[in-house]
C-alpha cells in the first residue's frame, strides 16, 4: 500500500473479501470453491484493478470462469474480474511502467519463482526487472529455482512427508547460496520454505518482494534525508 | 518370477514413506532424474524452434486422437495387406490370450523382449511362463527388473531406482561369479548372455513407439540395439501397441522423432530407429516368418469423447513429466502402485482404471506445480487433470468424510465475511495455548503433518484487514498527487480493455 502511494495509488481494501478459494478448488470441492469465488467476485465488482500479493491467487482467479459454466451470469462477471485481477510484481511492471523504484537494499539475496506465478501464470521477468535495479542488491542464483517448494495448499498437510522432503531439499538449496534473504512472490510458498528454515533454525530471512522494496525504498529515503 | 512385488500394497502415503525411508533410492532417482531433465532443456534449447515443434507435435495428437477410429482403421487394413497378423484387444485378459494362442501354435519355449510399457501393463511375462514359456526381457534395465522380481519404476529408465552397486550385485548372482560394478563389464556380461537367448528364442515381443497409419508400419525407438534383434533372428514376432499409438503418416514421424528422443533423454536422435512393415519377404535377408500385431483398448476408449481426459491418449511416453515432476524425485515410481508412474501415471492408472478417481488417492499425491506440463512434449496439461480427478472422486462421494467436513466449512466461512471474522477471531483465541515466539512447533491435530516439517506461523495479533483503516487515513493525509505517467498508463490499460468504459 504504502508502495503504491507514493505514486498516487490508492489501495483499496475492500473488508468483505475471504479467501480465493483455492484450498477446495485443488481438493475437488469445486461447490465450496464457487461460494468463496463469489465473495469475491461481488468484493470487488467496483475496482479498477485487482493487485494480489500471491500469484497463486491470481491464477486461482484465472478458474472462475471454467468452474461457473453452468452459471453464465456468474462466468461473465469471472471473465470481468480475471481481466483485471494482476500479480504484484505484474501490476508494477506491466501496467504502472515502474521498474526502479529507487530502493537501495545492500544485501545478498536469492529469488524462488513460484510455480504458479511464474511457470503458469507467466510472470517471469517482472521480478527480475525490479530486483536488477535495487541498489546494493547482490542477487544470487537459485540453483533449480524453478522446483516446487513443496507447498501446493492442502498437498503440504494430506502429504505432509513428500512435502517435507520437497522443502527440504529446497531449503537446501537457499542454504547453499549463502544469500541473507529469500525473496518470493507467493505467501504461501514463503511461509512453507520460511517454516522449515524456522525449524531448522536457520537464520535466513525470508520476505516478500513488497516488503523488500519497501524496505528498500525507506532505506534511501533515509538516506537522502540524512544527507539534506 | 511371477509375483508381482511392487503392485499396489498399501496406500500412497505407506509407499511413498518406504521410498523416503530409502536414501539408496532417493540419491539414485535424483541423480539420473537431474541428468535427464538437464540434458532435456539443453536439447530443447539447441534446437532452437522448441516451443513451435511442441506445438505441432499436440496438434499431431490431437488430429489423430480425434480421428482415431479413422486412422486405426486404416493401419489395420495396410498392416493386414503388408501380410501382418492384427488382433483387436478390449482388454488386458484379450490380449494375454491371444498371445498365448500364438505361443501355443508355435510350442513356444522361450521368448525374448525388448521394452514395452504395453506387456508391463497387461503382466504378458507371468502369463507366458503360465504356459512354461520362458520370457526374457533384453533391455538392460528391463533384465535388472526382471532379475530383481519387480517392475519397471519409469517408464523409459526402469532401474532407475537402483545405483550400480546394487546391478553388480544382482547380475553378480546371475553370473555366479563376482562381476565389479563397472558399467561396461556389467553390460558386457548381459551382453554376452542375451546372445545365446536371441538365438534359442521362438518369439520375438516388441512394443510400438509409433504406428503409422498410411503404410501400416511400427517404428521402434531405442538405444542397445536389442528391438532390432527381437525383431529379427526369433522366427514369430508379436507387437504389442496401446490402440493410442497411431501417427497418419511418416511425415509426422519427423516430428515425433524429433520430440521423443530430446523429451526422454535429451538426445538429438535415437540410437536405433527401426520402422518394420510386415513380415520377412523373400528378398529380405533376415526378419520374423510371421508377424502379429495386437492392438489394446484396456480402458483408453473410455478417455474418447471426455473433454477433460481425451487429452491423455495424445502422451508418447517419454518420460519427460517423471524427470521434471519434484514427487516423483522424492518418492520415485513404485510409490504410485500402478505401472505407469510419475505424473502421467498419477492420471492414466485412475483413468484406464475406472474412468473415475477411486484408484486410492494418488491425484493427492502433488502440489500441482505443473513443472509435468511444462516438459511435456505434447503440452498435456497433467496438472488440470490431477484436479479433476480430485473433483470427481469428490463428486461420487469418495472423499474422505473428514476432509468433507472440512471443506464444507470452508465454504461456509468463505462465502460470509462475517462468519470468516468469528472464525479468525476464534483462531486467534485458540492458538494462544500453543504459541510461542509467533509461531507453532506443535504437533496436534491438522498441523501434525505441517509440524513435522516446518514451524506454522500464528494468525497475526494485529490483520492486515484490521491496519488498513489506520494505514489508509495515514496515507490519505501525506496523499500524494497521482504519478502522471502511472496514471496515464493505468488510464491506457483501462481503456484498452474495456473500450473505455472505466468506473471512474
Known amino acids: 500500500m504504502r508502495l503504491l502511494a507514493r505514486y498516487g495509488i490508492v489501495l483499496e481494501f475492500p473488508n468483505v473479501q475471504t479467501c480465493c478459494g483455492q484450498p477446495a478448488y485443488n481438493s475437488g470441492y469445486w461447490k465450496e470453491a464457487r461460494a468463496a469465488a463469489k465473495t469475491i467476485i461481488n468484493a470487488f465488482e467496483d475496482s479498477d484493478f485487482v493487485v494480489t500479493p500471491s500469484g497463486s491467487c491470481a491464477y486461482m482467479i484465472h478458474h472462475y470462469p471454467e468452474m461457473f459454466k453452468e452459471e453464465p451470469e456468474w462466468q461473465e462477471k469471472a471473465l470481468q474480474l480475471q481481466r483485471k485481477v494482476f500479480e504484484f510484481s505484474n501490476f508494477l511492471v506491466e501496467v504502472l511502467g515502474i521498474q526502479d523504484l529507487g530502493a537501495r537494499f545492500p544485501h545478498k539475496v536469492t529469488y524462488h519463482p513460484s510455480c504458479h506465478g511464474s511457470r503458469l501464470l507467466g510472470v517471469k521477468h517482472e521480478p527480475m526487472a525490479l530486483l536488477n535495479n535495487v541498489e546494493g542488491l547482490e542477487l544470487v542464483p537459485l540453483p533449480f529455482a524453478e522446483d516446487c517448494c513443496g507447498f501446493g495448499g492442502t498437498f503440504a498437510i494430506k502429504m505432509s512427508d513428500i512435502s517435507g522432503a520437497m522443502v527440504a531439499e529446497k531449503a537446501e538449496h537457499v542454504i547453499e547460496t549463502e544469500a541473507e534473504v529469500l525473496v518470493g512472490l507467493d505467501m504461501g510458498c514463503l511461509m512453507n520454505i520460511a517454516g522449515h528454515l524456522r525449524y531448522r533454525n536457520q537464520p535466513v530471512r525470508v520476505m516478500h518482494l513488497a516488503e523488500l522494496l519497501y524496505e528498500g525504498v525507506s532505506y534511501s529515503d533515509e538516506h537522502t534525508a540524512n544527507r539534506a | ?504
Open chain 2, 1 to 504: 518370477m511371477s509375483t508381482q512385488q511392487t503392485e499396489l500394497k498399501g496406500t500412497v502415503k505407506e509407499r511413498a514413506q518406504l521410498a523416503l525411508n530409502n536414501d539408496f533410492l532417493r540419491q539414485a532417482v535424483k541423480f539420473t532424474t537431474e541428468r535427464l531433465r538437464s540434458g532435456k532443456l539443453k536439447a530443447a534449447e539447441e534446437h532452437g524452434n522448441w516451443e513451435e515443434w511442441r506445438e505441432r507435435g499436440r496438434q499431431i495428437r490431437l488430429h489423430t486422437i480425434a480421428h482415431l477410429d479413422y486412422y486405426l482403421g486404416e493401419f489395420a487394413n495396410n498392416a493386414r495387406e503388408n501380410g501382418v497378423h492384427v488382433h483387436f484387444a478390449d482388454t488386458a485378459q484379450d490380449a494375454i490370450s491371444i498371445a498365448l494362442q500364438i505361443a501355443k501354435a508355435k510350442e513356444a519355449k522361450s521368448a525374448v523382449k525388448s521394452k514395452s510399457m504395453v506387456t508391463e501393463e497387461i503382466h504378458l511375462n507371468q502369463a507366458l511362463q503360465s504356459i512354461d514359456c520362458e520370457a526374457i526381457e533384453t533391455d538392460l534395465g528391463e533384465y535388472i527388473i526382471q532379475l530383481a522380481n519387480e517392475t519397471p519404476s519409469h517408464i523409459i529408465i526402469p532401474a532407475i531406482h537402483k545405483n550400480r552397486y546394487q546391478i553388480a550385485e544382482l547380475l553378480s548372482e546371475d553370473a555366479g561369479e563376482q562381476l565389479p560394478p563397472e558399467t561396461s563389464v556389467l553390460a558386457g556380461y548381459v551382453r554376452k548372455k542375451l546372445r545365446e537367448k536371441f538365438l534359442q528364442a521362438d518369439i520375438g515381443v516388441t512394443g510400438c513407439n509409433f504406428a503409422i497409419a498410411e503404410s501400416g508400419s511400427i517404428v521402434l525407438f531405442e538405444n542397445e540395439g536389442n528391438a532390432r534383434m527381437v525383431s529379427t533372428v526369433p522366427k514369430t514376432q508379436i507387437t504389442f501397441m496401446g490402440m493410442e499409438r497411431i501417427i497418419p503418416s511418416w511425415a509426422d514421424l519427423e516430428v515425433m522423432a524429433t520430440l521423443l528422443p530430446r523429451s526422454a533423454t535429451g538426445q538429438k536422435l535415437t540410437v536405433y530407429m527401426s520402422g518394420i512393415t510386415g513380415p520377412k519377404r523373400e528378398e529380405d535377408g533376415d526378419g520374423p516368418e510371421e508377424m502379429h500385431i495386437i492392438i489394446l483398448d484396456n480402458g483408453r476408449s473410455l478417455q474418447l469423447g471426455d473433454p477433460e481426459f481425451q487429452e491423455l491418449l495424445n502422451c508418447i511416453r517419454c518420460g519427460a513429466c517423471l524427470n521434471a515432476c519434484p514427487v516423483y524425485r522424492h518418492i520415485g515410481g513404485h510409490a504410485y502402485g500402478g505401472t505407469y508412474s510419475g505424473p502421467i501415471g498419477a492420471v492414466l492408472t485412475p483413468a484406464l482404471k475406472k474412468n473415475v478417481a477411486e484408484w486410492d488417492d494418488i491425484a493427492n499425491a502433488s502440489s500441482l506445480c505443473g513443472a509435468c506440463y511444462e516438459a511435456c512434449p505434447v503440452k498435456i496439461p497433467l496438472h488440470d487433470m490431477l484436479v479433476s480427478l480430485r473433483r470427481r472422486k469428490v463428486e461420487a462421494g469418495h472423499d474422505h468424510p473428514l476432509e468433507r467436513v472440512g471443506m464444507k466449512g470452508f465454504g461456509t466461512v468463505m462465502s460470509n465475511v462475517k462468519v470468516y471474522h468469528r472464525a479468525l477471531k476464534l483462531g486467534k483465541l485458540g492458538q494462544k495455548v500453543v504459541v510461542r515466539d509467533g509461531g507453532i512447533r506443535a504437533k496436534i491435530g491438522p498441523l501434525k503433518g505441517w509440524n513435522s516439517h516446518r514451524v506454522a506461523p500464528s494468525i497475526s495479533k494485529q490483520l492486515f484487514r484490521e491496519q488498513y483503516g489506520e494505514l489508509r487515513s495515514e496515507l490519505d493525509q501525506q496523499a500524494k498527487a497521482a504519478d502522471p505517467a502511472v496514471a496515464a498508463r493505468m488510464r491506457e490499460w483501462l481503456t484498452g480493455r474495456d473500450g473505455g468504459a472505466s468506473h471512474e
